[in-house]
């Protein structure tokens, strides 16, 4: 009897020293949402970072992913709520507004937003001060780079239509950096605004009558899901092509440069562990990216009859050939 009552003493006194942040991961199955406009590479990429952590799908996490179009983001964002998740993976700008719509309770984590503190989502990158924090990316910067790549890779054009919603928050801090780089280039931008692939019939006859020489598409995470639609446009008008990811690339997208996101993503799973293990958003300083990619597709190249000069090729991190 003795011998029981110690024992039952000693196992009280081992549990209270157990933090409750401790005590929850050990008897609770955590529920992670993703909320993105349709899955891709970079969602595998979030996933296996998630892997890499130790969280195994159906045995400590249970991940509830939801895809669809802008329209439907809040709704879907709502559904995740219900389901009460612990913390809401929400990649891009459409749907960090979704998610931040849907709930102020719930961490989100972000990863490849081109302003978090312009579009209302962090107070700033070192004190994110709400419930959303993890990566942003920086389009106004690269969308410099961009154009300056694509003078080097097209050294005698100098008419370019910039495709580009301009409903998009960062549309004026992507256009005021473009257009500084433009004329410092001696280039001449044409802005088109298309939102939807639906758009670009109508923007088709604005580039011939513009007499435009290549296309720049701007950041649009609509662009990103019509981006094999935006390729063969630019092949069925010849015109070369700069875009904003390697993605782009490997759709036909003639050149692309831009963050990472694969990284980005990846990157994005080290929050939802720190919060599945109890730290606040709140807590967590918001990261820019670290790694760059510039792509070239010579597949794209030699159906426009272009040639690429040799040391824009040996710059690039890889080449489609």
């Given at each position: 009897?003795?011998?029981?009552?110690?024992?039952?003493?000693?196992a009280?006194?081992?549990?209270?020293?157990?933090?409750?942040?401790?005590?929850?991961?050990?008897?609770?199955?955590?529920?992670?949402?993703?909320?993105?406009?349709?899955?891709?590479?970079?969602?595998?990429?979030?996933?296996?970072?998630?892997?890499?952590?130790?969280?195994?799908?159906?045995?400590?996490?249970?991940?509830?992913?939801?895809?669809?179009?802008?329209?439907?983001?809040?709704?879907?964002?709502?559904?995740?709520?219900?389901?009460?998740?612990?913390?809401?993976?929400?990649?891009?700008?459409?749907?960090?507004?979704?998610?931040?719509?849907?709930?102020?309770?719930?961490?989100?984590?972000?990863?490849?937003?081109?302003?978090?503190?312009?579009?209302?989502?962090?107070?700033?990158?070192?004190?994110?001060?709400?419930?959303?924090?993890?990566?942003?990316?920086?389009?106004?910067?690269?969308?410099?780079?961009?154009?300056?790549?694509?003078?080097?890779?097209?050294?005698?054009?100098?008419?370019?239509?910039?495709?580009?919603?301009?409903?998009?928050?960062?549309?004026?801090?992507v256009?005021?950096?473009?257009?500084?780089?433009?004329?410092?280039?001696?280039?001449?931008?044409?802005?088109?605004?298309?939102?939807h692939?639906?758009?670009?019939?109508?923007?088709?006859?604005?580039?011939?009558?513009?007499?435009?020489?290549a296309?720049?598409?701007?950041?649009?995470?609509?662009?990103?899901?019509?981006?094999?639609?935006?390729?063969?446009?630019?092949?069925?008008?010849?015109?070369?092509?700069?875009?904003?990811?390697?993605?782009?690339?490997?759709?036909?997208?003639?050149?692309?440069?831009?963050?990472?996101?694969?990284?980005?993503?990846?990157?994005?799973?080290?929050?939802?562990?720190?919060?599945?293990k109890?730290?606040?958003?709140?807590?967590l300083?918001?990261?820019?990216?670290?790694?760059?990619?510039?792509v070239?597709?010579?597949?794209?190249?030699?159906?426009?009859?272009?040639?690429?000069?040799?040391?824009?090729?040996?710059?690039?991190?890889?080449?489609?050939?």
């Amino acid at each position: 009897m003795h011998g029981t009552v110690f024992f039952w003493l000693l196992a009280t006194a081992l549990l209270a020293t157990i933090s409750p942040a401790v005590a929850q991961q050990a008897k609770k199955s955590f529920r992670v949402g993703i909320l993105e406009n349709v899955a891709s590479p970079r969602t595998e990429a979030f996933l296996q970072g998630m892997r890499d952590l130790g969280y195994v799908d159906g045995k400590n996490i249970t991940v509830d992913a939801r895809f669809g179009p802008d329209d439907r983001l809040l709704d879907l964002a709502s559904e995740l709520v219900r389901l009460n998740v612990d913390v809401i993976f929400a990649p891009n700008t459409n749907a960090i507004q979704a998610a931040k719509q849907a709930t102020q309770t719930i961490a989100i984590v972000m990863a490849v937003p081109s302003d978090a503190i312009g579009s209302g989502f962090v107070a700033s990158l070192a004190r994110p001060g709400g419930n959303i924090t993890g990566l942003t990316s920086i389009f106004a910067e690269v969308s410099a780079k961009r154009l300056e790549l694509f003078k080097e890779t097209l050294p005698r054009v100098s008419r370019i239509a910039v495709l580009a919603d301009i409903t998009r928050p960062w549309h004026s801090a992507v256009m005021k950096a473009l257009d500084e780089t433009a004329r410092a280039l001696r280039m001449n931008l044409q802005i088109l605004d298309v939102r939807h692939a639906g758009d670009l019939d109508r923007a088709s006859t604005a580039i011939m009558k513009g007499r435009t020489e290549a296309l720049f598409f701007a950041p649009n995470p609509v662009f990103f899901v019509e981006r094999k639609t935006l390729a063969d446009f630019s092949s069925k008008h010849r015109l070369p092509s700069n875009c904003v990811s390697a993605e782009f690339a490997e759709a036909g997208c003639l050149i692309a440069y831009g963050a990472d996101s694969a990284d980005l993503y990846r990157r994005a799973a080290t929050y939802v562990d720190k919060i599945l293990k109890g730290t606040k958003p709140t807590d967590l300083p918001v990261e820019r990216p670290m790694k760059f990619e510039f792509v070239i597709n010579l597949k794209a190249a030699k159906q426009i009859g272009l040639t690429i000069p040799p040391n824009v090729l040996a710059r690039a991190d890889r080449v489609i050939r």
